[in-house]
């Protein structure tokens, strides 16, 4: 099983400034098999980035996806305060599906 | 616009079990691969299990295996999750996710608000 694991566990922002979210993979994850979620409290999660860098439908482009192999980034490039929330990253692969623990992004 | 709605959460002694329900509209539903995920109390997400888009492939986390089985009936648009044996440890909000294509083992675009399952004496 590959085991996803995000850093830092809590981030501490303000608004307009930049997140920069990390998710680290135990084996070699095809980028087109990671994604990111956005998680509000008492809600859903909700998909932001597939494919590693790809942008769901109405995500803002503050949000953007990057990396390969082993080691993917999430970036809010300015922060809004409805993106205070909890982001997981996901890699799927058709033997193995897994998320990472999460990070909490919190205001400073 | 596509809507998920869980149902069939509730309370359940150990060792019970229980029958969740999804039922999907606004999309042609056998198109799409589903997936059940669920995220105890205060923790993070698991994915439970997850079904193709004609319910011939499926798959089931090695923590629910023998326990749970995934299955859909396309002529009703609604997606199942049969828990047997349950334990405190599933005691979570259970999420019905789907994916963007038929096969079952890739991201999830669009998910219900969930149902809660509560396993205690």
């Known amino acids: 099983e590959i085991v996803l694991t995000q850093s830092p566990g809590t981030l501490s922002l303000s608004p307009g400034e930049r997140a920069t979210l990390s998710c680290g993979a135990s084996q070699s994850v095809s980028s087109s098999s990671l994604a990111w979620y956005q998680q509000k409290p008492g809600q859903a999660p909700r998909l932001l980035i597939y494919g590693a860098s790809s942008r769901a439908t109405g995500i803002p482009d503050r949000f953007s996806g990057s990396g390969s192999g082993t080691d993917f980034t999430l970036t809010i490039s300015r922060l809004e305060p409805e993106d205070f929330a909890v982001y997981y990253c996901q890699q799927y692969g058709i033997s193995t599906r897994t998320f990472g623990q999460g990070t909490k992004l919190e205001i400073k | 616009e596509v809507q998920l709605v869980e149902s069939g959460g509730g309370l359940v002694q150990p060792g019970g079990s229980l029958r969740l329900s999804c039922a999907a509209s606004g999309i042609t539903f056998s198109s799409y691969g589903m997936s059940w995920v669920r995220q105890a109390p205060g923790k993070g997400l698991e994915w439970v299990s997850a079904i193709s888009g004609s319910g011939g492939s499926t798959y089931h986390a090695d923590s629910v295996k023998g326990r749970f089985t995934i299955s859909r009936d396309n002529s009703k648009n609604t997606l199942y999750l049969q828990m047997n044996s349950l334990r405190a440890e599933d005691t979570a909000v259970y999420y019905c996710?789907?994916?963007?294509?038929?096969?079952?083992?890739?991201?999830?675009?669009?998910w219900g608000k969930g149902t809660t399952v509560t396993v205690s004496s």
């Open positions: 996710a789907k994916h963007p294509e038929p096969r079952h083992y890739y991201y999830m675009d669009v």
